[in-house]
């Protein structure tokens, strides 16, 4: 069973940076695709990036594009966001999401597995 782990939220000023991880605990992500996600209160789930485990092939939401990379480390089977240049707009719960299929990799209906949830807040 796929169960995605994430940590390394936390207060952040704008203009700083944080970094998301997402660890897949009982298997690995190969063969799947990892996304992130964000909801603020009485929102919809919100795309941020996403990428492709197989040919590490990465796509990103608009406004996070030069701000946000998303990247992993094969050897610990964990996905990483790296956000910086944080404005106060970024401020939501941040979740990890795991799917088998490798198109439509921005909508939130593709995921099957999704992690907890980690705050996110930046300060203006």
């Known amino acids: 069973q796929m169960q995605p782990v994430e940590s390394g939220g936390g207060l952040v000023q704008a203009g700083g940076s944080l970094r998301l991880s997402c660890a897949a605990s009982g298997r690995t992500f190969s063969k799947f695709t990892v996304g992130w996600f964000r909801q603020t209160p009485g929102k919809e789930r919100d795309f941020v990036a996403a990428m492709r485990w197989h040919d590490a092939n990465t796509f990103y939401e608009d406004s996070v594009k030069g701000r946000f990379t998303i990247s992993r480390d094969n050897t610990k089977s964990t996905v990483y966001l790296q956000m910086n240049s944080l404005k106060p707009e970024d401020t939501a719960v941040y979740y990890c999401?795991?799917?088998?299929?490798?198109?439509?990799?921005?909508?939130?209906?593709?995921?099957?597995?999704w992690g907890q949830g980690t705050q996110v807040t930046v300060s203006s």
């Open positions: 999401a795991v799917t088998g299929l490798l198109t439509q990799v921005t909508a939130a209906t593709t995921y099957d597995y």
